[in-house]
């Protein structure tokens, strides 16, 4: 599964991005699609999920802000930020899972100025 990801930059705080991760390759079977980040020196950790009977997951931080959808059909997972946050800054990275495998696709950037 080769995954490629979009959509990061620069933004001030309280705006918006939308990332979007395409998955190519093997994608029959794909579970759960997601977004992981890592700031500087942390350590990384889950964003939001999706599961491929839609269900959501998101962490404590990003509730009311983000929303994670995906498309089956573009085998595509989108993370909508709004009310963004110079904490949210990190490189943004996006999974999959399929058949008990986690799958990575580079990371992409995003910086909130303060």
């Known amino acids: 599964v080769q995954l490629q990801a979009s959509g990061g930059g620069l933004v001030q705080a309280g705006g918006s991005l939308r990332l979007s991760c395409a998955a190519s390759g093997r994608i029959f079977g794909i579970n759960t699609m997601g977004w992981h980040r890592q700031a500087p020196g942390k350590q990384r950790e889950l964003v939001a999920a999706?599961?491929?009977?839609?269900?959501?997951n998101y962490a404590d931080s990003v509730k009311g802000r983000f929303t994670i959808s995906r498309d089956t059909a573009k085998n595509t997972v989108y993370l909508q930020m709004n009310t963004l946050k110079p904490e949210d800054t990190a490189v943004y990275y996006c999974?999959?899972?399929?058949?008990?495998?986690?799958?990575w696709g580079k990371g992409t950037q995003v910086t909130v100025s303060s």
């Open positions: 999974n999959v899972d399929r058949f008990g495998r986690t799958y």
């Open positions: 999706v599961g491929s009977d839609a269900s959501t």
